[in-house]
């Protein structure tokens, strides 16, 4: 049924996990379909699978949203899928082709996340990075509550420096999608000039931006966020 209204599937970033989605969720259940995907932050090219995995699991049209990384991996499930309707970048990266979540992030100045990681080895080569618990608060999620943020802190996803370094292979789905952008002007991660770069070249059929918004705009502003979709959804 070429007609019928898209599944929104939200696809999480680093250092977040699914239920970084609750409170958008929440907004757009009533209206529609909703599956958080659980993103596994090993490479690119593997996440990429994996949500077009959870696409095809849902056997119909979908609506795209990412966070953060999720935009990387986003962009490349979505290329040459005629199921995806549309694209939401969500305080997100929207890559070019080679291009990286670490080039994207540091295109500008102003990220401060670097100093916050925590780096270990993993059994299976190479490293995974996670923001310091002390951190976590100022840097990732600055206009949540405390509490809340300490929570987040302790149940953030890592994820491997391969997948930071990891290029986007193939042509960007934005170039051939209707996108939509949302991000806020206090986020320590993407620095505001390097989201207000990827939506301008994009040609977004939304663009907002959120003052004092932190890069967890998911959790501290799920209204904003829900209503975005939504736009999408409608506009898709």
């Known amino acids: 049924m070429p007609d019928s209204q898209p599944t929104i599937v939200l696809v999480h970033g680093a250092f977040a996990e699914s239920a970084s989605w609750n409170g958008v969720i929440e907004r757009l259940a009533p209206a529609y379909?909703?599956?958080?995907?659980a993103n596994p932050l090993r490479d690119v090219a593997g996440d990429a699978a994996y949500v077009r995995d959870v696409m095809r699991g849902i056997g119909g049209p979908v609506?795209?949203?990412?966070?953060?990384?999720?935009?990387?991996?986003?962009?490349?499930?979505?290329?040459?899928?005629?199921?995806?309707?549309?694209?939401?970048?969500?305080?997100?990266?929207?890559?070019?082709?080679?291009?990286?979540?670490?080039?994207?992030?540091?295109?500008?100045?102003?990220?401060?996340?670097?100093?916050?990681?925590?780096?270990?080895?993993l059994s299976t080569g190479g490293n995974e990075v996670a923001i310091g618990q002390d951190a976590y608060h100022a840097q990732?999620?600055?206009?949540?509550?405390?509490?809340?943020?300490?929570?987040?802190?302790?149940?953030?996803?890592?994820?491997?420096?391969?997948a930071l370094g990891d290029e986007l292979s193939g042509a960007p789905a934005w170039r051939s999608l209707p996108s939509w952008f949302i991000f806020g002007d206090a986020d320590r991660n993407i620095p505001v000039a390097a989201h207000r770069f990827m939506a301008e070249r994009a040609e977004p059929r939304g663009q907002r931006e959120i003052v004092g918004g932190s890069h967890a705009m998911?959790?501290?502003?799920?209204?904003?966020?829900?209503?975005?979709?939504?736009e999408a959804v409608r506009g898709s």
Do not use: C, W
Request: hydrophobic share 45%; glycine share 8%.
């Open 63 to 121: 609506v795209l949203v990412g966070h953060s990384y999720g935009g990387m991996v986003i962009t490349q499930a979505a290329a040459g899928d005629p199921s995806v309707r549309a694209l939401v970048y969500v305080n997100a990266l929207a890559p070019d082709t080679g291009e990286t979540a670490l080039s994207l992030s540091g295109k500008f100045p102003g990220s401060t996340l670097a100093d916050t990681l925590v780096k270990y080895p």
């Open 140 to 162: 990732f999620a600055a206009d949540v509550p405390a509490d809340l943020a300490a929570l987040m802190a302790r149940t953030q996803r890592p994820i491997t420096e391969r």
């Open 218 to 230: 998911a959790v501290a502003q799920p209204s904003e966020i829900a209503e975005t979709i939504s």
């Open 33 to 37: 379909d909703v599956v958080a995907a």
